[in-house]
């Protein structure tokens, strides 16, 4: 079984950034894919950003130009930079990694964007 340990998370004001991390429990493969997804209470979770292949990546409209995900794939981690956080960017925000048919996701993390 694979774990994901998701960490970076934490309070920031609005206008301010946060680098989320994410890292596999054990090595010895290579996920085909990685994405964050977040959700804020109320909400569905919703795909933020997701890394595949050889880095072809893909945003959600509403942090397109703020956020940047990227991964090191020999190490199956992934990160998201997020800058110019606004106050709707608060959620939890979920590490989700794909290997063959399987989906795995991490415990998630908190960000809180403060006004």
């Known amino acids: 079984q694979v774990q994901l340990v998701e960490s970076g998370g934490g309070l920031v004001q609005a206008g301010g950034s946060l680098r989320l991390s994410c890292g596999a429990s054990r090595d010895g493969f290579t996920f085909t894919a990685m994405s964050w997804y977040r959700q804020s209470p109320g909400k569905e979770r919703e795909l933020v950003a997701a890394?595949?292949?050889?880095?072809?990546?893909r945003y959600a409209d509403s942090v397109k130009g703020r956020f940047t995900i990227s991964r090191n794939k020999p190490h199956n981690a992934v990160y998201l930079q997020m800058n110019s956080l606004k106050p709707e960017d608060t959620a939890v925000y979920y590490c989700?990694?794909?290997?063959?048919?399987?989906?795995?996701w991490g415990q998630g993390t908190q960000v809180t964007v403060s006004s």
């Open positions: 989700k990694a794909r290997l063959g048919q399987s989906d795995f």
């Open positions: 890394i595949v292949g050889g880095g072809i990546t």
